[in-house]
């Protein structure tokens, strides 16, 4: 059982997922539409089986009790004859003989009784058993169900024993003139009980049946919204009724920290450090921080916020403050939100120490974290976010930046995430560091954020000794030596307007690339481009001479490109040391 062919879902999927104009299914969601009408199939086939088996044994009761009324019918055949033969109405000692000889009324009465004591046997029977194998709340409500039917039945035996002794007979005339009558009122009355019965029986298997469903398919399953007849469902335990004290979910949920307030586990000590955001005095959840709506660009009503007495020695040693902890919450319909951390002179965060920028819909969802120097962004370092906890649509979350010799660390909810290896060298003085959280992006689009609270201050290296799995370790990023970064051009779009920048940087810089010019790339939908010349010192001429013309700046060259130019210096290296062997010969 599974899709069409031809990439087409079948009507049972087409039920479920309705199947949009030239939709077409990949093999995983083939395989899993197919694994869930399977699935479904082997339900309804369990419930057919519980059925059959539910019809059997209530025939093999219905049989049994058949049985049961034919050998009481031949006892009752066999006690009649004998009373006939027994009481002849001839003589007044006989008549007092046919007192102690059981007549069809009395043999009835004894019936119902033993009838009604047996069946109320059973039921207490059925009632332990029930009792005993219930294990949740569907079982406790089947078995305070089946105790109704034995009222019902003892009225009503209780009735047929009024109508039994009312319509006795007083004297010995009319014992014989109401024998047929009393037979055939009793016929009627073992008809109702046997119905009444039946009745009985199939409530109770019919209960029965269902408490043993409820068990199988889990009590838990209509309470998602899903039933048989819109789609499989899977099992899921229920937690069983009682007392809640002292359980593991009471206990976390009054061990829950507020949204707005830092969880115990991370020491944020007043004495370690203080909360700069929001003041003293101002504290509560209703001190929160987000970007105004009509902010035009990134330092406009932004929030900066200074974090004294930083000294790098201390920093790198592990000493002093060395830790930024900031509590927010990122709305489910946020796009993106950033702080930067930048040092004295600052320039309005045109020098950046650290950037820290989430992107939930930007290449499949990515932390960025980057520096930049002279308005230039560095080679950010890019985390998938789906390797990350939550950060988008949950109540809170901790962000915490750690400053030390290998760089800012970054963690969230105490996650080591990220490390930016230090690109530019931090104050060789004590001084304040600026935090900023901007208002805007770049261009000019609002952010979406709250920010509760900020901390600062001193905390123990919060890095594990092995860093392999931690992105932006060991990043190679210093200045390429050829290599220029153009910034602040028009961005284009299409191929022709590419080819045309192109072709005009390469006539702008031509003259410093050698015998074959200058190497220029353009990327597209953009507003930068990277020209590469002959050597450093062609470069070096380059800047001094073409930056009245166009925003310069030396570009940094990515691990890859470090590698491949080690590796080419080896083998140059190596091929040296071959000549100058053979000079030797």
């Known amino acids: 059982m599974g899709p069409t062919k031809g990439g087409a879902l079948s009507k049972n999927a087409q039920k479920y997922i309705p199947e949009p104009p030239g939709f077409i299914p990949t093999e995983e969601e083939k395989y ?11 339900e ?22 058949k049985r049961e009324l034919e050998q009481k019918a031949t006892v009752v055949e066999d006690s009649g004859s004998d009373g006939s033969v027994a009481a ?39 009632a332990a058993v029930v009792e005993d194998s ?7 409500a089947a078995t305070s169900r089946a105790p109704k039917p034995k009222k019902k039945k003892a009225k009503k035996v209780r009735s ?7 319509g006795a007979p007083h004297s010995d005339s009319s014992q014989g003139s109401d024998s047929e009558a009393s037979e055939n009122s009793y016929e009627q009355r073992e008809n109702r009980s046997r119905d009444d019965r039946k009745k009985d029986l199939a409530e109770r298997a019919a209960e029965e049946e269902e408490r043993k469903r409820m068990e199988l398919l889990g009590e838990g399953r209509h309470q998602d919204g899903w039933d048989d007849e819109e789609g499989p469902s899977i099992a899921r335990r229920t937690k069983p009724k009682g007392d809640a004290k002292g359980s ?76 930024l902890a900031i509590k927010f919450a990122a709305p489910p319909e946020s796009e993106r939100f950033s702080i930067n951390i930048a040092g004295p002179g600052h320039r309005d965060f045109f020098d950046v120490l650290f950037h820290f920028n989430p992107r939930q819909r930007h290449k499949g969802g990515q932390l960025v974290v980057n520096e930049r120097q002279d308005g230039i962004w560095g080679q950010g370092v890019a985390v998938p976010l789906s390797t990350l906890p939550l950060i988008f649509g949950q109540s809170s979350c901790t962000l915490t930046v750690q400053v030390n010799g290998g760089g800012f660390d970054v963690f969230i909810d ?10 530019t060298q931090l104050p060789p003085e004590e001084c304040n560091l600026f935090l900023q959280f901007p208002s805007t992006d770049d261009y000019g689009k609002s952010e979406n954020w709250k920010v509760f609270k900020v901390w600062w201050g001193h905390k123990d290296c919060m890095a594990a000794d092995d860093l392999g799995g931690v992105a932006g370790v060991n990043v190679y990023s210093s200045l390429h030596p050829k290599k220029l970064f153009i910034s602040g051009l028009s961005k284009i779009q299409t191929e022709p307007q590419v080819e045309l920048r192109r072709a005009e940087l390469e006539r702008a810089f031509r003259k ?74």
């Open 32 to 42: 899993l539409l197919s694994m869930y009408e399977t699935v479904k199939s082997y």
């Open 44 to 65: 309804k086939e369990a419930h057919r089986l519980r059925e059959n088996a539910a019809r059997a044994r209530l025939v093999a009761a219905d049989e049994k009790y």
């Open 88 to 126: 002849p109405r001839a003589s007044k000692p006989k008549k007092k003989k046919a007192k102690n000889t059981p007549t069809p009324e009395n043999a009835a009465r004894a019936r119902l009784v033993a009838a009604d004591e047996k069946y109320k046997r059973e039921l207490e029977q059925k």
């Open 134 to 140: 219930a294990s949740d709340g569907s079982v406790a």
């Open 160 to 166: 047929e024993e009024r109508d039994i002794t009312a």
């Open 248 to 323: 593991l979910v009471k206990s976390l949920a009054e061990a829950s920290t507020p949204p707005h307030d830092f969880s115990k586990a991370l020491r944020m000590s007043k004495v370690t450090g203080s909360v700069l955001f929001p003041e003293s005095g101002a504290g509560g959840p209703s001190a929160v921080w987000t970007p105004p709506d009509s902010a035009s660009d990134p330092n406009d009503r932004a929030l900066v916020i200074e974090l004294p007495k930083f000294q790098s020695s201390k920093a790198m040693r592990g000493q002093g403050n060395n830790t």
């Open 414 to 423: 105490e996650k080591h995430c990220a490390r930016l290896e230090h690109r």
């Open 512 to 585: 410093y690339g050698g015998d074959l010019g200058a190497v220029v790339t353009v990327p597209t939908n953009t507003t930068f481009a990277f020209v590469e010349v002959e050597n450093e010192r062609m470069a070096d001429v380059a800047l001094n001479e073409m930056s009245n013309k166009y925003r310069l700046n030396r570009a940094r060259r990515s691990k890859h490109e470090a590698l491949q130019e080690e590796r080419e210096a080896a083998e140059k290296a190596k091929g040296k040391r071959k000549d100058d062997s053979k000079g030797w010969d």
